[in-house]
């Protein structure tokens, strides 16, 4: 009995110990991790750990354990690089961007091994001592409890196929906790879904197109802060920087729809406004291709992402082309310089009238993965992870910069008639250290609350995107005139605001091609940014305007920085 009782105090101590550690490690600011103050927690644990170390047969022990280690190393894992722990939602993300997700991981081991080291270590140390104690071990040991904690651990899975599920981790809980609950939200996804909120239909009505070509830049985890064009000492977009008093040259900033790629595409190329209006995004009556299509313009679609994340973007109607990097067998391109070049390659005799929708890779994790060598210029910034991707993100940025002069330069030349070209990323990137927006607004989620996001070291926050976040969402856009386009760039430009967002860039794209849109559900002074989930079930923010106009400023000092040279 007592070396059951020393093996089971060991095991627990163990298995608590990761959680303990990501604490110091990760300390949040306003989201406390106090796995302490819920003693039931440590009661669930020391019933697991009990049952386990009970049991009669090894593999079932190993087995049993293995699970439970597996939901906390990658919970864990999970809030060391994103501050949260992850959802059912977060799951389904990684499985429809299995690619992105691995790179994204490899290029991140510099942020989150200090939480797999230890998660590992201790995992380590638990199987020495259940098949030590399984060995040594003089009692009788049974499988009863072993076969009883099986079946608690089913119970999330059981309520989760008989109510609809809404959950959502909290950091609060225990790891182990979150993982189970999160996987059985998963498996259940779909078996029970809330009622459809029905919204008033969007209506459409057709004008005179204001452009012979529209050129859709869709970019890809895009940060303004890291950009010379909105004020970064380090010139990473020199082009760009150049056209800022152009009259042919527009910047802002603007709120993205949501915070993977996937989701983004969707609510902004089908123009929905409400984060959990099924119907609208559901009908794709707002579809730009579609609008594009009822105009008259021939459709061309290059993508440097493979098909995952294009999911909920039309592909029914006559395309000319329709290229993405999973059907590019023939390799026309293997960055992103190549797509116009593939673009003028495939497109017929046929040089006006044309919608060219050019989706980027390029600044997605791993930085080094998208650029060719020679735009390795930027030294890291400083010795630590985060100074090492924003170094090698600034020569990502460089040759987005070099991209867009070659593309600007190809395109003026192979279009004929008034050309538009705008460039609308699908979401941001954060960078740790660099909040911003959320640092200076409070705003609501889609529970009502208000709430400000938790921060790492109390500095501002995590890297990269995939989380509900404001700064994730904070985007630079631009559009170039070409050809004597200008009233057009004009009239882009007047739909926008000072600062923007994905649904009001849609509607002015729209309108660019022909069609105005009305929405009676808009609010004119109202944003939202969805989860992961087209149809709000990942939650929202929802945002204010007015409370962001100091991004406002941003480009106006750019501005005056520049003309003072
Ligand atoms: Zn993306």
């Known amino acids: 009995m007592k070396t059951y009782i020393l093996a089971c105090i060991t095991a627990f101590v163990c298995i608590l110990a990761p959680d303990i550690f990501t604490t110091f490690f990760v300390a949040t600011e306003e989201t406390p991790y106090r796995w302490y103050s819920h003693y039931e927690s440590l009661v669930f644990l020391a019933i697991i750990t009990a049952s386990i170390v009970a049991a009669r047969s090894l593999p079932l022990k190993l087995c049993l354990m293995s699970l439970i280690l597996f939901f906390q190393l990658t919970q864990l894992v ?183 790629t996937q989701y983004s595409m969707g609510y902004f190329l089908n123009g929905v406004y409400e984060p959990d209006n099924a119907i609208q995004m559901g009908s794709k009556g707002a579809n730009l291709f579609k609008i594009a299509e009822q105009n008259g313009y021939e459709m061309h679609f290059l993508s440097n992402h493979t098909i995952g994340a294009q999911s909920q973007i039309y592909r029914y109607g006559q395309f000319h082309t329709w290229i993405d990097k999973s059907m590019d067998a023939s390799q026309q391109w293997q960055y992103d310089k190549g797509l116009v070049d593939a673009y003028l390659k495939e497109r017929g005799a046929k040089r006006t009238k044309q919608f060219v929708v050019l989706h980027t890779y390029n600044m997605h994790t791993p930085y080094t993965d998208n650029y060719p060598e020679d735009f390795q210029v930027f030294p890291p910034e400083g010795d630590d992870a985060s100074g090492l991707l924003k170094g090698n993100y600034d020569n990502s940025l460089k040759y987005f910069d070099h991209t867009i002069e070659y593309w600007v330069d190809r395109l003026t030349k192979e279009l004929d008639g008034t050309t538009l070209i705008v460039y609308v990323p699908d979401h941001g990137e954060k960078f740790q250290g660099d909040a911003q927006v959320s640092h200076a607004q409070h705003h609501k989620g889609s529970n009502g609350d208000e709430h400000k996001h938790a921060h790492n070291h109390g500095d501002g926050g995590w890297h990269g995107h995939g989380f509900l976040d404001i700064d994730v969402a904070t985007v630079p856009i631009f559009a170039i005139s070409v050809n004597g386009a200008n009233h057009a760039l004009d009239a882009f430009k007047s739909q926008l605001g000072c600062i923007s967002s994905h649904y009001k860039i849609h509607h002015a794209l729209a309108s660019v091609l022909g069609t105005d849109i009305i929405n009676p559900n808009q609010q004119e002074d109202t944003f939202y940014i969805s989860g992961l989930s087209y149809y709000g079930a990942a939650g929202w923010i929802e945002g204010h305007f007015p409370e962001h106009e100091f991004l406002c400023n941003i480009r106006q000092q750019q501005m005056r920085t520049t003309s003072a040279y």
């Open 78 to 260: 999970h809030f060391s690089y994103y501050g949260t722990f992850y959802s059912q939602y977060s799951i389904g993300y990684m499985f429809s961007e299995m690619g992105d997700f691995i790179a994204g991981t490899q290029a991140l081991l510099v942020l989150i091994w200090p939480s797999l080291t230890v998660c590992l270590l201790s995992a380590a140390l638990i199987f020495a001592v259940l098949i030590y104690h399984h060995k040594t071990a003089k009692q009788p040991l049974t499988n009863i409890p072993a076969y009883m904690l099986c079946i608690l651990m089913m119970f999330p899975l059981i309520k989760s196929l008989y109510h609809y599920n809404d959950y959502k981790p909290s950091a609060k809980q225990l790891a182990i906790r979150c993982g189970l609950y999160s996987w059985s939200s998963y498996f259940s996804m779909g078996y029970k879904t809330k009622d459809t909120k029905e919204y008033a239909p969007y209506t459409l009505s057709s004008q005179q197109p204001m452009v012979d070509n529209l050129v859709l830049i869709i970019g890809e985890s895009a940060n303004y802060q890291r950009m010379s064009l909105f004020g970064a000492d380090r010139d990473t977009t020199p082009y760009l920087k150049s056209l800022v008093h152009s009259e042919q040259f527009h910047h802002q900033l603007a709120f993205s729809s949501s915070v993977a």
